[in-house]
């Protein structure tokens, strides 16, 4: 028998969100299931370098105490979780939870499911032997150029062994690098019972989890759309879907939570991040935005009708994360008057400075905070800039070469006693050089990546 | 199918003052006719351009061409434009190639993810019947 309706509650949209969403979204009303997304592109080559110092890390560590406070709840309400929190080392985590599990005397009371298959790392070498030359997406020019710079390769792995997971009874579900989607989607195969060809429902599944994966942003948060009356920011809820096995769904929230959630709120989610909108591709299909309707079917529902999708792709994205090179970015303030001129001026001293000395980067950006950083020539043709109280210096340099971008760093400060006047705001101290860990996307053949899906009792 | 956000005129509509007139034609921003929001993938900002209502829709597909944008964004861009529509949800896409100085780590921007690429076309003036 399907169950009519499936709760998919988001709590989680970065590593790094707000920590009282997940609490709230499992206490302050019903949901079935707690999806929290942890992975952006280059997250993964971080929990790489953690792993590597120390082989039980590699998981972003603060799923713990946060399941650790909610983990009653999930017990008496029977709600399960999918997480790609495992990040490169899924086991690790899910040991981890389990071992607080049984500090909180629930053993016996759950099962937690790991995803795995993922990580190519160990096997990339064998990979490029056999041809498979992971040409970069954006650029065309294949792996073997930065190979001995790889810090983490992980293919994107779909809902399907997160559904399996759940299939053979797992209650909390970590995973590596899954989908954000996919972690949204199972949840309704695994409900619905949907096959791997129904293309339009797993298209729905794909386009109701990324409407949540960014938690929030769907309820009202950085919403531009009239967002002086967004009410009560302080206390949003996080998005809930509500799905249902013909392929429609409600985005919600829990009533007497904060935000909004509006037609013109969801729409700005579904295009966030959007390339091509009549190809969304995942592991699990291609979905159509262009086929999506949406109607506000009440105070705080949004109605999602009519996806529609194609069969899935031979092909699966991978995530390479590699050494890339330093950089540093510094800041000084300017003030009035004159205090455009004064920052220009600066980065004028600063730039030729830098040429004397020889050092040699890659890029040297200069911004200028307050009249041009984010709008660029768009708001310097409209801004009286002789009239603005301060103006923010931000200089950046990049370089392979460590101790030009070193050198750099040393060079801010003394232009407050012998630059420009009227300068201040260096108390933060000379910027630190920081590695460049870049992002290399390619696609490698489905075939070759084999998801793995284990149980751990608690 | 219903829209939210039927009131148009924010304070930053009233801040613009009145618009500069021509003819039957008036020059009005973009903000007063759609919202939008950015993000990145790579090296790469895409922009998503909603109308504010079912009418302006037409306006937006029209004026707000791929070689527009590219405009536009002179000097703040280094590849190409590319537009999709979306006409079931108001919007249009544009993808800003090569717009975020090698984007993610890599960048040196304050924005380089591209979150605030939305609001800069939103600067753009569009020509509306008086």
């Known amino acids: 028998m399907t169950t009519p309706v499936v709760r998919v509650g988001a709590g989680q949209g970065f590593w790094g969100d707000w920590l009282e969403a997940p609490y709230r979204q499992v206490t302050q009303g019903p949901v079935d299931y707690l999806m929290m997304d942890y992975l952006a592109e280059v997250t993964m080559s971080i929990m790489q370098k953690q792993k590597s110092r120390d082989p039980s890390l590699g998981y972003a560590k603060d799923f713990i105490p946060l399941m650790e406070r909610i983990f009653p709840t999930l017990v008496e309400r029977r709600i399960k979780v999918t997480a790609n929190a495992g990040g490169v080392n899924p086991r690790a985590c899910a040991q981890a939870v389990a071992e607080m599990a049984r500090r909180l005397r629930l053993s016996g009371r759950l099962k937690i499911g790991v995803v795995t298959g993922d990580d190519l790392l160990r096997r990339l070498d064998a990979l490029l032997a056999r041809g498979h030359e992971l040409r970069n997406l954006d650029t065309g020019r294949p792996l073997s150029d930065v190979r001995d710079r790889v810090l983490s390769a992980n293919a994107y792995l779909g809902a399907w062994p997160v559904a399996a997971a759940l299939r053979q009874g797992a209650d909390i579900v970590i995973t590596g690098r899954v989908t954000d989607t996919g972690l949204t989607l199972a949840p309704m195969i695994h409900a619905f019972g949907w096959t791997r060809d129904a293309w339009d429902l797993l298209a729905a599944g794909t386009v109701a989890g990324h409407t949540i994966e960014c938690g929030a942003q769907c309820s009202g948060g950085n919403c531009l759309v009239e967002w002086q009356t967004v009410p009560d920011l302080a206390n949003i809820g996080y998005p809930i879907v509500e799905a249902h096995p013909d392929g429609t769904f409600l985005i919600t929230k829990h009533p007497g939570t904060g935000g909004r959630i509006t037609v013109a709120g969801v729409t700005e989610q579904l295009v966030y991040e959007m390339g091509n909108p009549a190809e969304y591709i995942t592991p699990d299909c291609v979905a159509d935005f262009t086929t999506i309707r949406l109607s506000q079917a009440g105070k705080d529902r949004v109605q999602v009708s009519g996806v529609r999708g194609r069969p899935a792709t031979d092909k699966l994205k991978v995530s390479i994360a590699y050494f890339y090179g330093y950089k540093a970015v510094g800041t000084l303030v300017y003030a009035w008057p004159e205090a455009y001129e004064k920052a220009k001026a600066a980065d004028r001293v600063l730039r030729q400075r830098l040429r004397d000395l020889g050092l040699k980067f890659e890029s040297i950006l200069t911004e200028f905070v307050g009249a041009d950083a984010t709008h660029g020539p768009l708001a310097l043709q409209e801004t009286r800039v002789g009239d603005l109280p301060e103006v923010q210096l931000r200089i950046g340099v990049r370089s392979p070469d460590r101790a030009a971008v070193e050198r750099f760093t040393r060079e801010l400060a003394p232009l407050i006693l012998n630059g420009p006047p009227s300068v201040t705001g260096f108390a933060g101290g000379r910027p630190k050089p920081e590695e460049i860990v870049a992002y290399w996307p390619a696609l490698i053949d489905r075939k070759v990546v084999e998801p793995c899906v284990e149980l751990v009792d608690v | ?130």
Do not use: C
Not at chain 2, 51 to 79: E, N
């Open chain 2, 1 to 130: 199918m219903r829209r939210a956000g039927r009131r148009v005129k924010t304070a930053a509509v009233r801040r613009l003052g009145r618009p500069a007139v021509r003819g039957s034609r008036r020059k009005v921003r973009l903000l007063e006719l759609a919202h939008a929001r950015s993000g990145d993938k790579g090296d790469t900002a895409n922009v998503g351009l909603i109308a504010l209502k079912p009418a302006y829709y037409p306006i937006l597909v029209k004026q707000v061409t791929a070689a527009r944008v590219a405009r536009h964004f002179k000097g703040m861009i280094k590849g190409k434009v590319e537009r999709y529509e979306l006409p079931n949800l108001l919007a249009l896409n544009f993808l800003l190639h090569e717009a975020l100085d090698g984007g993610g780590t890599i960048s040196l921007k304050t924005d380089a993810q591209g979150k605030v690429f939305s609001t800069a076309l939103l600067r753009m003036e569009i020509e509306v019947p008086r």
